[in-house]
């Protein structure tokens, strides 16, 4: 029977549906990906989160589930699993190295890995893997002049590791001497910048650039062990990376250790 009353009532639910739609329309994707998530773990990755030093860029709820697809080296995939292991985010990890040619490179946006599957979403290109996941996770600075400090460092490193690639790949045995004597002036760029600005990483906080740096530097002292020697603040900068707690231990791990850095056995 239609009384008033009834009238009111389905109003009402109506209304309410409404309410409900219009708040979860724009989160619809958040939601979906929180019931198909497995709660608890997301408990433990926002309480991971919480520690981030970026307070202003902190996304406290990440409904992020990381794969990161690379071969098994640190080569450009390094960087990216310091971040995660140094901020405790959990990531897997999938070997491309079998089938390659076949089944992975015709799926890589630019037929190069690395590539980082967050959730649904592809992220290929090593360094916007890095600033992807720094705006995610409070690791990308919010002041302008900071960033741009992180970003110039990570082009820097670039303009390093490109020779350094080539080198390794392309001309080891008669290229390394020639390679080793630039390193004076353009890791002298970086340690006179750090002296500049007088923070202890890139920036004022930690941002995904010192994982960037920390690698390269890292990389040259394999092939050059000296190489940062007579560079005080770059190797203090160094020393304070290497005893991050969580990079400490990860380093220490057989898993870790018996990674190649190159792809060719050169380093
Ligand atoms: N600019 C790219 C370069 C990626 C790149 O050189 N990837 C190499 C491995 S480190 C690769 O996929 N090599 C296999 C191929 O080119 O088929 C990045 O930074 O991610």
């Known amino acids: 029977m239609c009384t008033l009353g009834n009238i009111k009532l389905v109003t009402y639910a109506l209304s309410l549906v409404n309410e409900v739609f219009q708040f979860a329309w724009p989160h619809r994707s958040a939601l979906l990906d ?30 992020s589930n990381y794969q990161l697809i690379y071969f098994p080296l640190r080569g450009r995939g390094q960087a990216t699993r310091y971040l995660f292991v140094d901020n405790g985010i959990d990531y897997k990890e999938e070997n491309c190295a079998q089938d390659w040619i076949k089944t992975y490179k015709p799926k890589m946006p630019f037929g190069q890995s690395p590539l980082l599957k967050d959730g649904d979403f592809e992220v ?115 020393d304070r990376m290497a005893s991050r707690p969580n990079l400490k231990k990860y380093r220490e791990t057989e898993e870790f250790k018996k990674m190649p850095v190159n792809g060719n056995g050169k380093q």
Request: charged content about 25%; overall charge negative.
């Open 34 to 63: 929180l019931l198909r998530s497995d709660l608890p773990l997301q408990c433990a990755r926002s309480k991971t989160l919480e520690r981030s030093e970026h307070k202003d860029n902190f996304e406290n709820i990440t409904m």
């Open 124 to 238: 290929a290109q090593s360094n916007t893997i890095m600033r992807h996941l720094g705006r995610k996770h409070g690791l990308y600075p919010s002041d302008l002049q900071e960033a741009a400090k992180a970003d110039m460092i990570t082009d820097h490193v670039e303009d390093i590791r490109g020779p350094y690639v080539r080198m390794i790949y392309q001309n080891y045995e008669n290229g390394k001497d020639d390679f080793v004597k630039t390193l004076p002036e353009k890791l002298g760029y970086i340690e006179n910048l750090f002296k500049k600005w007088g923070t202890e990483y890139i920036t004022t906080k930690i941002s995904f650039a010192d994982y960037i740096l920390f690698d390269l530097l890292d990389t040259l002292q394999i092939l050059t062990p000296t190489c940062i020697d007579a560079l005080p603040t770059l190797k203090a900068f160094y």
